[in-house]
């Protein structure tokens, strides 16, 4: 759920809900996720076996947790924790809304509101500086990682469950709370709201039109982003070398850059150098493949994978021509993971807020944009449909991939 | 007539020479191992002839058609080369029936062939699995039945049994071979696993740097390999300094008779297996030893021993209930000819 939807739930029900602390609830409960899963993770893949070793030489359970089971955790949530706070140091929305005076809605404000565009890259330079920090102790973290890597070969059994006993009503009451304060409170400002919102007069026309827009304008992003994502991904997945490896860390780079920086660039660029592009619907787009290159190249990359060149060179050898061996093997076995990947940008980029309000050509309103516009003059009832249509878009791809995995037979 | 012959072929990656002026001759009909330990220029040898590369140097050709040389470069769609790669690389999004009927023609297809191939690897009724269905050994076996299928001239193999377990490894190659056979194909078989070659092979061609280094059956490979490196690669070997004199050698296991016949100081070969092991001062022939390590394995026990002279010698026992604790005296005999290997190379 994009942090601009999740501020808008809480906002719109909790009177006064500005400033520091709510903020921080907010973000809290939209990034917990990146902490929660890599966490989750690394937990599954610790061997039983190292816990039953540290028991049998005398630590106690709360000593193994500590010594062995946490320190085989620690990378992933320290990597975890980096990323989130790359995350909340780009994020826009929910700052703007809550009225918290961070680094981009500062940059927004002197952009946007008082033309001040020295200020505005000083500002923005000093958050890309501290982007770039946080970015380099997440790499080396990740890099430490690799050497908690399994030691040795042989299957792992499966970890054994403990019973919690009377702590049992404590633990799934804090779980609860955790999805409430994630999930209940925004859908329940949405029920609340959409009643009233979608009955005002002409606001069906404009929910439409802003619909329309942000499909246009996302598809349009998708494509260019698949565009160059193509021959990266490919590069990557079949000829990994230095300049494979070089290209990949840029589109990292540029994906680890806040939305609004990336946005206020291409506004320079525009004015500067493509002054035809700007105002139009290509700077956007190209705004887009800057942030999310990375997915549509991960996307492609895992694609190729699952065609790897020993199918072809096999169907070479059964007397079968290169066009033919492209139609009958790599690409039935490609097309579903590209097809995939575009559909993950294409969401993504309707839900991408700060790039889109700094770029969109003037009086083209996208489902972001109205969501923003509406919230910010507290016209609540007017904002929620957006927020339902948008919570729906962000829960597709997670409901796709769900039922992927629980799937039974099917190929990983 | 063979099916394929290989010229002074060599290529290069980088620095690396893969293959170095490498030559072999395959018959058609027949099974041919091509053994090297890894990184001898086997795969590089096996992926030029199906195609995949292309050579620095030197000719490949399929029967009488040239198919890789200064000139011609003929693409691997059209040389009717199939390869079966290590992993079996089975198409994962077509059924066994699809895979195996991947290189036919719509004719082929009704004629039966799928069925007949599938039964030829004892895979009859498979033909609606798909891989990810299948165990290792059977999608090996498939991999074998899509590779036979279009009735290619030479089948590639590339070492298809390393992934599998030990157990199966010997029940896939048997049936593997007799599929083989029974369609008449003339198959390579790429493996840096000895006993895989020996016994799979009618031919047994050994690799080394690029180079071969050896062609001959089986049994030929084994017993009278063409220099020490051979001798030592593909078995166990007593490597012993001999003077010959024509159809015999004196060496510090006694006189022994020769193969081939040699004359001077040379290095002959005795193979584990062809030392007894006898009581100190039994015949009096024998050689005293002192045993150094017994390592029982169950079918068989190796024997490390050293002579008066400190010449390391190896036995191999087999239904031999004695054991034998380090420094025990015994006396050694050798039966069957010795192998006298030229001088000079390594």
Same mark, same amino acid.
């Given at each position: 759920m994009p942090t601009y939807v999740a501020a808008f739930g809480w906002v719109s029900i909790v009177d006064g809900f500005h400033g520091f602390w709510p903020t921080a609830l907010v973000l809290t409960f939209c990034s917990y996720p990146y902490v929660y899963l890599p966490a989750a993770a690394a937990l599954i893949s610790v061997d039983p076996a190292t816990e039953e070793v540290s028991q049998s030489l005398g630590r106690g359970a709360w000593r193994t947790f500590t010594g062995v089971t946490l320190r085989q955790i620690r990378p992933a949530v320290v990597a975890g924790g980096l990323?989130?706070?790359?995350?909340?140091?780009?994020?826009?929305?929910?700052?703007?809304?809550?009225?918290?005076?961070?680094?981009?809605?500062?940059?927004f404000t002197s952009f946007d509101l008082g033309f001040d565009r020295t200020g505005a890259l000083v500002q923005a330079t000093a958050l890309v500086a501290v982007t770039l920090v946080i970015l380099g102790a997440e790499l080396a973290v990740r890099r430490h990682d690799t050497r908690y890597a399994k030691v040795g070969a042989g299957a792992r059994r499966p970890p054994h469950?403990?019973?919690?006993?009377?702590?049992?009503?404590?633990?799934?009451?804090?779980?609860?709370?955790?999805?409430?304060?994630?999930?209940?409170?925004?859908?329940?400002?949405?029920?609340?709201?959409?009643?009233?919102?979608?009955?005002?007069?002409?606001?069906?026309?404009?929910?439409?039109?802003?619909?329309?827009?942000?499909? &246009?304008?996302?598809?349009?992003?998708?494509?260019?982003?698949?565009?160059?994502?193509?021959?990266?991904?490919?590069?990557?997945?079949?000829?990994?070398?230095?300049?494979?490896?070089?290209?990949?860390?840029?589109?990292?780079?540029?994906?680890?850059?806040?939305g609004l920086v990336v946005g206020l660039s291409l506004v320079f660029f525009g004015i500067n150098v493509a002054y035809p592009l700007y105002q139009t619907q290509w700077l956007l787009a190209l705004a887009y493949a800057t942030l999310f290159l990375p997915l549509a190249v991960g996307a492609v990359a895992a694609a190729a994978a699952q065609s790897p060149p020993s199918l072809e060179e096999a169907a070479r050898s059964l007397g079968r021509g290169p066009w033919t061996v492209l139609r009958t093997v790599t690409l039935p076995l490609t097309l579903p993971g590209i097809g995939a990947g575009a559909a993950l940008v294409f969401l993504t980029c309707m839900k991408e807020l700060p790039a889109t309000l700094l770029l969109r050509p003037t009086g083209m309103d996208t489902l972001a944009t109205e969501l923003w516009t509406h919230t910010s003059v507290a016209a609540y009832a007017a904002a929620s449909p957006y927020a339902a249509l948008l919570v729906l878009l962000s829960a597709a791809p997670v409901l796709v991939l769900a039922r992927r995995a629980l799937t039974p037979g099917g190929r990983p | 007539m063979n099916a394929l012959v290989v010229r002074a072929a060599h290529k290069a990656f980088g620095q690396v020479k893969a293959l170095d002026g490498a030559d072999l001759a395959v018959p058609g009909g027949t099974l041919t191992a091509v053994l090297g330990p890894s990184g001898c220029g086997k795969t590089t040898l096996l992926r030029c002839v199906a195609g995949f590369e292309r050579l620095d140097a030197g000719e490949i050709a399929l029967g009488d058609r040239p198919v890789s040389g200064p000139r011609a470069h003929v693409p691997a769609h059209r040389r009717g080369v199939a390869v079966v790669p290590q992993d079996g690389a089975l198409f994962p999004h077509l059924d066994v029936a699809g895979n195996v009927g991947y290189g036919l023609d719509a004719a082929a297809r009704r004629a039966g062939r799928i069925d007949e191939v599938l039964e030829l690897v004892g895979l009859a009724g498979y033909g609606s699995r798909l891989p990810h269905q299948l165990s290792g050994g059977q999608q090996q076996r498939v991999a074998v039945a899509?590779?036979?299928a279009p009735r290619p001239r030479l089948v590639l193999l590339d070492e298809p049994f390393s992934a599998l377990d030990a157990g199966l490894r010997a029940e896939v190659r048997a049936d593997v071979r007799a599929a083989l056979h029974a369609d008449g194909a003339t198959a390579v078989l790429v493996t840096h696993d000895q006993g895989e070659a020996l016994s799979m092979a009618d031919q047994v061609v050994v690799m080394h740097r690029g180079r071969v280094r050896q062609q001959g059956t089986p049994l030929q490979v084994y017993r009278t390999p063409?220099?020490?490196?051979?001798?030592?690669?593909?078995?166990?070997?007593?490597?012993?300094?001999?003077?010959?004199?024509?159809?015999?050698?004196?060496?510090?296991?006694?006189?022994?008779?020769?193969?081939? +016949?040699?004359?001077?100081?040379?290095?002959?070969? =005795?193979?584990?297996?062809?030392? !007894?092991?006898?009581?100190?001062?039994?015949?009096?022939?024998?050689? +005293?030893?002192?045993?150094?390590?017994?390592?029982?394995?169950?079918?068989?026990?190796?024997?490390?021993?050293?002579?008066?002279? &400190?010449?390391?010698?190896?036995? !191999?026992?087999?239904?031999?209930?004695?054991?034998?604790?380090?420094?025990?005296? =015994?006396?050694?005999?050798?039966?069957?000819?010795?192998?006298?290997?030229?001088?000079?190379?390594?």
């Open positions: 990323l989130v706070a790359l995350y909340v140091l780009s994020d826009f929305g929910a700052v703007a809304l809550l009225r918290v005076n961070t680094f981009t809605r500062a940059v469950i403990l019973r919690l006993g009377p702590w049992r009503a404590p633990a799934l009451l804090a779980m609860a709370a955790v999805a409430a304060g994630s999930f209940a409170v925004p859908a329940a400002a949405l029920v609340h709201w959409t009643a009233e919102g979608v009955s005002r007069p002409g606001s069906l026309a404009e929910i439409a039109t802003a619909a329309g827009n942000s499909m &246009g304008v996302s598809a349009l992003g998708a494509a260019l982003t698949m565009l160059l994502a193509l021959p990266i991904g490919l590069l990557a997945a079949r000829a990994p070398g230095p300049l494979a490896a070089v290209l990949d860390r840029l589109t990292y780079l540029t994906h680890a850059l806040p | 899509r590779a036979l063409a220099d020490p490196w051979v001798a030592a690669f593909v078995g166990d070997a007593v490597l012993l300094t001999a003077t010959a004199d024509g159809g015999g050698a004196r060496t510090p296991l006694g006189a022994l008779d020769l193969h081939q +016949p040699c004359t001077g100081t040379t290095t002959v070969l =005795v193979r584990p297996e062809q030392i !007894r092991v006898l009581p100190p001062g039994d015949a009096a022939a024998a050689v +005293p030893a002192t045993v150094r390590r017994h390592l029982f394995h169950g079918h068989d026990a190796v024997l490390d021993l050293t002579l008066d002279d &400190g010449t390391p010698v190896t036995a !191999r026992l087999l239904d031999d209930p004695r054991e034998f604790s380090p420094g025990t005296r =015994v006396a050694l005999t050798v039966s069957g000819p010795a192998h006298a290997l030229p001088a000079g190379a390594e």
